[in-house]
Structure formats: C-alpha cells, structure tokens
C-alpha cells in the first residue's frame, strides 16, 4: 500500500514537524512494515512552473498537423513561446510549463530549440509526460484560481508530498487503505484520528432493484446512482496525482474516482454504464459453462463456485474481482450504477486462484472488508462525481443484507501482562483496544458496567460517526481479576480470539517494551534412549564413509512406474496431498530410495563420481482400515487423552526409515593399490552397520523385491521378520532413473530396532584361544548364512567367534551344483587353556551340525 503523507494528514492530527521518515518509523513501533519513504517528484528536477496561456495562434503545417504557437506567462517580465500540439486548452487558463534545463521522468532533459519555424522556449506539460496519468490526447490543464502563473507546479500538484510505501500483511487488510494507516498513526504517535463524517440518505431499495440469490457468498449489497455525468469531464490533477504516488494510473474521472474511494475507504467500488445494465442485478454463483468477458478483454469459462453479478444478460461481473466488458464505463457514459458489496473473502480468494486474475478489489475482499463503510464508500463516490464531473446524485438508496452480526471476545484483564511479561494494567489494556476501535464492557465478580468506546457507527439522523482517538479520557481502573467483554470493530474480521486481542495491546504499547530475558531452561534428563539410537546409528554410517542428506518427503507417482512396483505393492498406496506445493509431487513418500536416488543423479550430474549417501527420516503409509475424519478440536483447553487418541487414529502411520545408495568407486584407488567398486554387499554390510549400532545382529537371505536386481537383492531379518532390503538396483530401474551403472541401495524400518540398554563390558579371559578353519562343501543353493548359523550352533560355548572368508565353486573338483565355504573360528575357555583336542572336537560338533541341517561335507 502506497499512500502520501499529506493524504493521510487530512484524517489525524499529526504533530508538528514531524517527517515522513518518523511517521515512517512509528507505524514500524506498532507492527506495519514500511518498506520506503520516498517522494512521487522522483525523476523530476529544474524548473517546473504554473503558466498561464495568453493568447495562441493557429498554424496549419504542410503535414496536414495545426500546431499553437503560444504565449505563455509563467511568472517572469516577459512571457514565453512555447510551441504546443495540443488543442485542449483556450487563452487565460492554467497549465503546467518546463522550462529549459529541467528533466522529465524518464530522463526527457528540456531544452530551447527550434521547432516548426518557432524557437520553443520550453514545453507544456501533459498529465503522462508528468508521470501522473496516462492521458497524452491534450495537455494538462489546471483548475480555475487554483494558483498563479510562475507558481511552483510540484507543490501546485502534490508531487512533492513524500510518499509511504507500506508492505500490508494478510492479517491488517484495513491498513489497504489511507482511513486504516491515519488510524494506526493516531495509535502510534497517541494523537487524535478523525473518521468520516457525512449524512447518508435512508436506505430505501430505490437506487436501482437489486436481488441476491446467496447470502452467504454475499451478506451485503449496496448501490447508489449518478445521472447527468460529463464523460468528457478531466480527472482533477490532485486526485490523479494521488492515484499516481499510490501506484495507480488515470484513466477517466468514473474509474478514478472508484480507485481514489477505494483507496481512501478500503471499500472497493465498481461502476456499470446504467444504459448497457439489461433488468435487475442479481448475485448468485455461476452456472456450469457460462462464460464472462472481463475487462481485460479475455473470456473467461466460470467455475460453479464463482460468485458473479448479473443482470438478464447474464454474467457482468465476476464479483470482488474484476467488472464485465459488457457494462464497461466508456467515453459516451453518463448515468452509472454504483456498488460496493461485502463478499465471503474465501470465495473470492478461490475465485482469483482459479482464474490467475488477482487484482485491488480482490485483495482487499480476500483479507476482509469493514462491511460498515460500504455507505460511506458510495457517498465520497456520488460527491465527487457530482463535484467534478458535473453529474447529479440520483433518488434512492438500496442496501441487501445486514452484514456479519458483531462478536464478543471475553478477555481477562491481567491476560496482557501474564503472556507478554510486561506490567500492563487494567486500564492501558482498556485505552489500548479503545485505539483499536473495540467497544469494551467491563465485568466484575461484584459488580458489572458497560462503558462503549466510540467506534463506527450511524446514528438515528443517519449521520456515520467514529469519534475513536488516541488522547480520549482514561476509563476506569479495572481490577486485575476483572473481566473484559470486547466487541471488535467491524474493520478488524482477524480478532477472534482472546489472544488476538493481547496481540494488539501489545503492540501498541510497543514490542521493544518487551524484555529481552532469557529464561532458566529447566534441568533436563538428555536425550531419550530411542534419540540415542538415532543418533549413533547416523554417526557409524557418518564414520563408514556415507555423507547424510535430507529430503523433502513428496514424490511423484511416475517413480512407482520406473522402480517397477507391482500394482498391488503398499508403496503404490501413497497419500496424496489436497493441496501440493507442486503438482509435479503431489503425494507424500512411501519410501526414502526415490529422493535418495535423485540426489545421486543431481550429483552425477555436477561432477561426483564416486558417492556414498544417506537418509534417515519418516515414511507415510495410510492408515490400514479406514478411519472417521479428525475432531475438531477447540483452543480454549488442552485436548484430553481421547480426543488426542481420536486425532491419533486418523494420521497416517509414520516409520521411521534408513536408507544408504552408492555409486562409483566404494574405495578409491591410489598409490596403495587398485581401488573397489561399490556393489551389493556394501549395501548390506551399511544394514549390518546400523544393527551394530543397536547391539544386534542381523539375519540375511536372498530376496526378489523391486526396485532390486532378482539375483543381487538381500532380504534383512531381525527375530525372523524382515525389517529391509539391500543390494544392486534393477538394470531397468537405473536406466529409467538415469542412475550409474551398478547403483546399490539398502533401506530399513529403522523402528524395528529398540534402543539397546546401557553397554556392560565384556567379561575378558585370561587365556589365549585356538584358531581353527574348516571349509565345507553345500549345494550352492544353500544360503552361506544359515550354513554359519548351524557352524554356530554345532560349536556350542567355546566357540568365541566365526567368519566366512572365502567362497569357492569348482565343477571339476568339487561336482557339479556345490561350493566351498571357508570358516575361521576362534576358541577360547574363560577358566583354563583350551587343548586341540577340545578345539578339534567342538569344530567336529560343528561340522556334523552343518552335515545333518544340509548334507555339508569336510573338504579334503
């Protein structure tokens, strides 16, 4: 929001001497954010004065063009000739003249020079080379008396005023508007502010017939009418000077005059060609496959949902966000339909978005209209139009609808100082909410008495009064254990709760009134065991070599395509978000392998080749039966346990999930020696890392499961139940996600695994083991790790440690269909030296285990 100075000086009392720079820094004090103060002369510089046209004469020229060769006073001994091709003024009125050495905006520098036999000695200005309007079919020409020739055109205009460019946030809508900031400056700077002061007819329905068919999309609808307007009537240089230094160009005095009340009122208007309106308006929501040109000239198919303003035509107007063509204001206009309306601000927000159309009137209705200006609104409009342009203020008032009804918010008084920790009392509570403009009752346990504030309102005479001010009389003192019931101002939709109304107490009293005192954090017991477990569970990888990354948790659904997931595959069932931040991405991840895997690609693509990369984070799974939708929750108590479990049941599950993907060289090669692919077992061994973090130990199996090569995929067990899956992705799946060649990838439900309890240390022996390898020779479809499981077994207590070392197949010595797999086991006794005989007849025990479980034999 942009506004001058000047203009919001004519609605409070600023001091004296006060800047626009320390206006500027006021309204920051109460919470607004004044991005800049700068002035609407910007770009403007030399002399730029008021002339006066003396006298003109006619010159055809031999290109067919007449030019005015003037005579201009502009305040000096002599006047000036100044060569004009506008036709637009007559002797003895006021113009706007620049004279030699001075600059235009867009760097236009002026000068003396000889033009169409003439020496010009400077230019007459239009209202576009001014930077005030668009309108360059005639020069600009000033009110009668309004100043005198050699006058400084800047102050004449209004240009020199300073300007506040405001950036308004979503909360303060009535801050989109000059009425709002005067009002916010009053409270800043404690100074009076003065509302709008007019008689307003009574409402009689006569302005024009008027139904509305949704009063939910529309709860009021308001219109006046002019008749009699001059369409040829300019715009006056001060309003267009204004609309101008807030960002607004002009472009007729009807559609000037509708931005100007807008912008001043925070009501936004619209204007219709009475003589283009077919019948009665009327409201109602759009029906399926109509369609609406706007003034933007495009053609627009309406949503049901759209709210529209029609007549018996159809659709004129998209309601709150931009007017039909078909009622347009045009250059022949002379009886208008004026209407300011209040619309539900959530219609018109979906109405924008569906459309791509935001627009000043949309912004405003989005964040909230005060529904009692509307009046007002339509009376600045018809004053002005009827000052300036020469029209009458037609019979008739209509008015559909109510309004929202009021509000009440109970507040305790000592509510502000327990949350802001600031001694705010009863009383600066009650003064500061009267600033807000809340009507506030006070209530006691002994006693109970209204004393209203001043606040909008219309009285019996129909005159609109807010005698609201920041330096009225102090109220009462109220009691800390009082209690206030707060009627919030219709201009002010985001109070609704108590601690809103804190909020704005606050404020006003000052953020920086709020001490900055950290507070005694309470002794606590660290972390919990389950964030211990995380955490060195990410370490270990961290030390294994795995660099840690996070990732948003969407995803597309083309990635089940390309990891191949059979249709009834529970990572297809993802959850599917009503309102993504892309639609690229619109559900929520079922897995951690395709965000981990388009990080490998973004890094293969900037250069790495060699990665080893790791998540750990949350999955989202939906709920396995259906549930009821949630409970709404209220604010005014904690939620209580059935309430929080009812809640609970409706949000999906959400495991937490590890996963690690390599690609290139696992162990780079070097001077020591050539370097190691990574491979599928670096993906298991990452699993069997995590496990040894949680003090467990994990089983492995072969495993078929996309998006996993069918021969290298490892099915990973813990207490018999498969908590993961690693090995080498599928050749397919590294070719539809562009992945490098014998990309491997691990994940796991990493809540399978409780945290381990506190590590006791190990008994140590005394005594020095026995070191014994045996080979045995299995059919090759025998898994090595249920053949070290029963070497385990079979050994029994001694046996301290064993480890697979080597695997061998060889048709020709051992047979067809069987390998070798080659064991070294450690033996140890904790009470004595182990003899070889012991050793030899624990691995003897271990060897007929494996013999019996799958036929194994000793290899000579």
Known sequence: MRASVSWIAEHVDLPPGLTPRELGEALVRVGLEVERVESAADGISGPLVVGRVLSFVDEPQKNGKVIRWCSVDVGEDEPRGIVCGAHNFAAGELIVAVLPGATLPGGFAISARKTYGHVSDGMICSARELGIGEDHAGILVLEADSAKPGDDALDVLGLRDAVLDIAVTPDRGYCLSVRGLAREAGAALDVAFHDFTMALPAADQGAYPVTVADPIGCDQFSARAVTGLDPTAPTPPSIAARLHAAGMRSISLPVDVTNYVMLETGQPLHAFDRARLNGAIDVRRASAGEKLTTLDGVIRVLDPDDLVVTDESGPIALAGVMGGASTEISGETTDIVLEAAHWHPAAISRAVRRHKLPSEAAKRFERGVDPRIAGVALQRCVDLLVEHGGASAAPGYTVIGDGPAPVTISLPANRAAELAGLPIDATTVRARLEQVGCVVTTSTADESTADESPADGTTADGLTVDGSTGNGAAPETTEPGGLFTVTP??????????????????????????????????????????????????????????????????????????????????????????????????????????????????NVGRGSRDLAIFEMGLVYLPAETTTPPPPRIGVEHRPSDAELAAIERTVPRQPRHVATATAGEFERAGWWGQGRLSGWADAVEAARTIA???????????????????????????????????????????????????TSAMELNFDAFSPPPPAQAPTLSNFPPVLLDLALVVPEEVPAADVLAAVRTGAGQLLESVRLFDVYSDPARLGSGLRSLAFALKFRAMDRTLTLDEATAARDAAVAEAAARFGATLRA
């Open 489 to 602: 101002p219709t201009w002010r939709p985001d109070l609704t709760d108590p601690a809103d109304l804190v909020e704005e107490v606050v404020r006003l009293v000052g953020y920086d009134q709020i001490p900055s005192i950290l507070p005694s954090a309470p002794a606590g017991n660290g972390w919990t065991p389950r964030q211990r477990l995380r955490r060195s569970a990410s370490r270990s990888l961290a030390e294994a070599g795995y660099a840690e990354v996070i990732n948003y948790p969407f995803l597309s659904p083309a990635v089940h395509d390309a990891f191949g997931l059979p249709a009834d595959d529970e990572r297809r069932r993802a959850i599917r978000l009503a309102n993504p931040i892309s639609e690229a991405e619109p559900e929520m991840r079922t897995s951690l392998l395709p965000g981990l895997l388009a990080n490998l690609v973004r």
């Open 692 to 742: 040894r973090a949680a003090r467990v130990e994990l089983d492995v199996r072969k495993g078929d499961i996309p998006p996993w090569h069918p021969g290298r995929c490892a099915e990973l067990l813990l207490d018999g139940a498969v908590v993961g899956v690693a090995g080498e992705l599928h050749p397919r799946v590294i070719a539809a996600l562009d992945l490098p060649p014998r």
